[in-house]
Structure formats: structure tokens, C-alpha cells
């Protein structure tokens, strides 16, 4: 997505479940964001947007990987997080509905949640209680449109491969241009069967949540 985007991010909005304070939502998204080293778009919009707070120390955690699709860390005293795919990380009809309606907008989402278990062995969280949506927008390129008209004029045609959400992936393909961009799917659902793939892939120019290793699948099948 990043070929069409600035790869700048930056915080939309914050969505609070019932029952959660913005302030505490805030400390928490601080420590987080302030705890971890990786350096990405997702991590620069955070470090910008929260202050690390005071008194958070952390005992363990585990890192973001696009695989997990999510990140978790255990403060001494204060708790245990996970940050990451709503979709990855609850079954939540309305949660998973409002991260959709977000998508429809371009906007990217993450969820915040306490965790009862955080389990360092095994990469893994259990007992996740969502606390609030992190809302983020991406920035379009200003030669996005023109770059993506020029390749439809030669009968090019784009396919877009993208570890975010396809309906976010869709909707910003949309307003930078990009023809066909409604046609998306999950890579998750994608057929396992080499055959079946190249008949599926031809058919979608959107693909979200994709692997690494499904974009060389993707890219062969094509």
C-alpha cells in the first residue's frame, strides 16, 4: 500500500469501549508505544501521538511480527496489553463490524485490549478484554493518481498486495484512482491449491492481509 501512500500515518481518533477512561487508554497506548524499539509508520504515529507515561516498567513481551499481526507487553504492577488486527484478536461481531465500517473509510484500525495471560514461550496471548480502537488515516501520494492513470492507459493492469485490511486497502486504492479497486479479498481466504489460485488471483486487484511468503504464491500465480 505503501506505493500509493506516503507511508505516513497519523491518529484519526480514539474509540473507547463502555467502562474505559481516555486518560488511562492514553497511558497505556504510551507505554506501549514508547516500550518497544521497532521503527515503522504504525510506531512513528504512536511515539508522535502519546506521551510515555510515568511509573510503567516492563516485565515482559512479545514483539509485532506480520504474522501475529500484533504485540503485547506486561507491566509490573499495571497489567498485561495486546495491540493489534481487531481481526486477529477477537471474534466480537460489533467490534468486528465497527472496524469494517472504519475500513469503508480508508482508515486503518487498531485494538487495545487487556490480556489475562501473555505466554513469551509460545508468542501467544489468552483472556483478551478489548479497552478501545486506535484509529489511524494513511496519506496518499500526490503522484498516485497520474502514476496509476498512465499504467490504464497502456493496458497495464495494477493488483495491489498488501499486509493491511483489504476494505482499508480497497477504499485508498479507490481514491488514489486505481481501477477496479472494489474487486478485494482476504488472502486468507484464498485457495490453498495452486491451480485453483491462478484462477482466483486473475480475477481480484485487491488483496489484504497477505503473507510475505503468499505475495511470491500471489505474484507466480499471476
Known amino acids: ?5 506516503t507511508g505516513e500515518l497519523g491518529i484519526e481518533d480514539i474509540y473507547c469501549f463502555e467502562g474505559q477512561e481516555l486518560s488511562h487508554i492514553k497511558d497505556i497506548m504510551g507505554a506501549i508505544a514508547h516500550g518497544f524499539d521497532d521503527s515503522n509508520a504504525t510506531q512513528i504515529a504512536l511515539q508522535s501521538y502519546f506521551q510515555q507515561p510515568q511509573g510503567y516498567y516492563i516485565e515482559s513481551m512479545i514483539p509485532f511480527s506480520s504474522q501475529r499481526k500484533m504485540r503485547a507487553v506486561s507491566f509490573t504492577n499495571k497489567g498485561s496489553y495486546v495491540l493489534g488486527a ?4 477477537t471474534n466480537d461481531e460489533n467490534i468486528i463490524d465497527l472496524t469494517q465500517t472504519y475500513a469503508t473509510q480508508g482508515l486503518r484500525v487498531l485494538l487495545l485490549g487487556s490480556i489475562h495471560l501473555l505466554d513469551t514461550n509460545n508468542n501467544r496471548v489468552e483472556g483478551i478484554e478489548p479497552m478501545a480502537l486506535i484509529i489511524l488515516h494513511d496519506c496518499i501520494k500526490e503522484d498516485a493518481k497520474t502514476t496509476l492513470s498512465f499504467f490504464d492507459k497502456e493496458n497495464v493492469d495494477v493488483k495491489i498486495l498488501s499486509g493491511d485490511n483489504p476494505l482499508t486497502v480497497s477504499r485508498v486504492a479507490q481514491l488514489a484512482g486505481l481501477k477496479n479497486a472494489n474487486l478485494y479479498i482476504d488472502a486468507s481466504l484464498l485457495p490453498q491449491d495452486f491451480d485453483e489460485l491462478q484462477k482466483v488471483v486473475s ?20
Do not use: M, N
Open 203 to 222: 480475477h481480484y486487484c485487491v488483496f489484504g492481509r497477505v503473507k510475505p511468503e503468499q505475495k511470491q504464491l500471489i505474484v507466480k500465480a499471476l
Open 1 to 5: 500500500t505503501g506505493t500509493i501512500t
Open 86 to 89: 481487531p481481526e486477529y484478536l
